[in-house]
């Protein structure tokens, strides 16, 4: 019996034995075999199609529709040749020909900021202007009329007569951080709404000579003629500037664009609206900015500060004993980095409101309360 058995005890050794010998194989050459495969990661459909950080449809969207092409006509007189103002000439061909008119057109943008039809642009897209026709997203135009302008800002403020209205919503602009993602929307070079993507390259940028109180933001988003006055926005749709200039030395984008934050455009908008012009805070003082040389002169180590370079007589200045030579370092505990600085913040206090001015004078630090009066119109 046993020896009818042990033929199956041999086949079933066998086997195991071969089996045995072909998982140590197999084992031995796992390392070979997966050194050759490459696993890849794929994005599902569901991924991208539900990603918000590639795109900013929904951002133009609900924007878009408030953000308006300005088209303005202005006519011009041509004069004679001065050739006919030689009495010589004109004794030969008689009088000069009579002064011709032309019509010279701009192109620009605007952002619709109330449903009742108040349009904020920038003053220069409408200065000097015979005709303003605003021209909406969905077709339809209108002639503007203004409400009101300061160039002081490069602001202005017309109104359309239409009725169902998108007004954009306003962003806070002292929020903004280097880096954020913007999007500038305008009518470049005229030929219709475009959109481009940027982000904040820096924020206060001043002394640019584009206006008189300046407090820009910089953008990298693409803004070029036709632009002015458009609007810059956030990711999330907000308005939180005006578009306004370029740095450029080709007359095109170079990554250099500049516009007015909401912070500052908001208060003169409402101005506008609510008294026809802007009434600004003034202390009546010719100031200076704080170069290094007269850092060193004063014993000073740092640039910030704004010198007092003269005090109108009987100005609120000269009322609250601030005198020429004085170096203001902080308005009401904000420290005064440029002097453009306290500038914005004077003229921004109201008309008849006490500011507190820290300063240093002969070395020591010290602090005066001045009453703002009425900064006079510029001319």
Not at 255 to 277: H, W, Y
């Amino acid at each position: 019996m046993i020896r009818k058995l042990l033929p199956y005890f041999a086949q079933g050794i066998s086997v195991g034995v071969i089996g045995g010998l072909a998982i140590v194989l197999l084992l031995w050459l796992k390392p070979f075999q997966s050194s050759s495969v490459i696993e890849i990661k794929q994005a599902s459909n569901k991924t991208v199609a539900t990603s918000t950080a590639v795109s900013y449809a929904d951002a133009v969207e609900q924007t878009s529709a408030a953000v308006v092409n300005i088209h303005t006509t202005k006519t011009i007189r041509r004069s004679s040749h001065p050739f006919f103002d030689d009495p010589a000439i004109r004794r030969f061909f008689g009088h000069a020909p009579q002064p011709r008119e032309q019509q010279q057109t701009h192109l620009g943008s605007g952002v619709i900021v109330s449903e009742q039809g108040y349009v904020i642009t920038n003053n220069h897209v409408i200065d000097g202007a015979d005709e303003i026709m605003v021209a909406l997203n969905d077709g339809r135009s209108a002639v503007a009329r203004i409400i009101g302008t300061d160039p002081e800002t490069d602001i202005a403020v017309l109104h359309v007569q239409l009725d169902r209205l998108h007004s954009i919503v306003f962003g806070d602009s002292d929020k903004l951080r280097v880096g954020d993602v913007v999007l500038a929307i305008g009518n470049p070079f005229g030929v219709g709404q475009t959109v481009t993507q940027g982000i904040v390259s820096a924020t206060g940028r001043n002394q640019l000579g584009l206006s008189t109180f300046e407090n820009f933001i910089q953008t990298d988003a693409a803004i070029n003629p036709g632009n002015s006055g458009g609007a810059l926005i956030n990711a999330r749709g907000e308005l939180i500037g005006i578009n306004t200039a370029i740095y450029s030395r080709s007359g095109g984008s170079q990554g250099i664009g500049f516009a007015i934050p909401t912070s500052l455009a908001k208060n003169v908008l409402t101005q506008l609206i609510e008294q026809g012009q802007v009434t600004r805070s003034w202390l009546g003082i010719e100031a200076q900015p704080l170069s290094t040389e007269l850092a060193e002169s004063f014993g000073l180590t740092s640039t910030r500060g704004m010198i007092i370079a003269g005090v109108l007589r009987d100005g609120p200045a000269d009322k609250a004993g601030l005198q020429a030579g004085d170096i203001i370092t902080h308005v009401n505990d904000t420290q005064i980095i440029h002097a453009s600085d306290a500038l914005n913040l004077i003229s921004q206090a109201k008309p008849g409101s006490i500011i507190a001015i820290q300063l240093l004078r002969n070395g020591e630090t010290m602090t005066l309360e001045a009453t703002v009066g009425t900064r006079p119109a510029s001319d």
